[in-house]
């Protein structure tokens, strides 16, 4: 009954890397297309935190509706901030107007809801300061390739984001 958590883990990252992997790599061919895997890519990044913790909920337990309940709802509200925030634009760039920062910090509360939940059940072992660590780490990523964004879907200089590689 312990593989349940692995499936969630699993589903959650899969589906915000696939998500990913198609806005950075697919030879898009016009710019609406590109703009609606961007805003998808945006909506599933709360899949992967969500996922996170799911090894460490026990199905049936007391933490398990609220995981579930606070998992669904970082996901749809960022949903409705990232097409609200883009309705009407086609492009990368963040439309004029209209600010990223609700929606970082909603992602943000959401890492720090799943960093708390696994070290309350593992506790501080050297496996939860690297897990914190390395998303910390891709937050500061994502800076220079959001800011990339509003020019190419790549970023010159980073490999798995070039356009002649991949497709």
């Known amino acids: 009954d312990r593989w349940w958590p692995m499936v969630g883990f699993l ?11 198609v806005f950075h790599l697919y030879p898009f061919r016009n710019v609406t297309s590109v703009s609606w895997a961007l805003k998808i890519d945006l909506i599933a990044v709360p899949l992967s935190i969500w996922a996170t913790p799911f090894p460490c909920v026990q199905l049936g337990s007391a933490d398990w509706p609220t995981h579930l309940l606070l998992g669904l709802g970082f996901t749809i509200l960022n949903a409705i901030m990232v097409l609200v925030q883009f309705q009407g634009h086609v492009g990368l760039e963040t439309p004029k107007g209209r600010s990223d920062a609700p929606r970082t910090i909603l992602v943000v509360s959401q890492f720090m809801f799943a960093m708390w939940s696994v070290h309350s059940y593992y506790g501080p072992r050297n496996l939860w300061w690297a897990g914190g660590f390395f998303y910390l780490l891709s937050f500061a990523c994502s800076v220079p390739v959001t800011k990339a964004h509003s020019t190419v879907a790549w970023v010159p200089g980073i490999p798995w984001h070039s356009p002649d590689r991949y497709g």
């Open 11 to 21: 589903a959650g990252k899969g589906a915000s890397y696939l998500a990913s992997a």
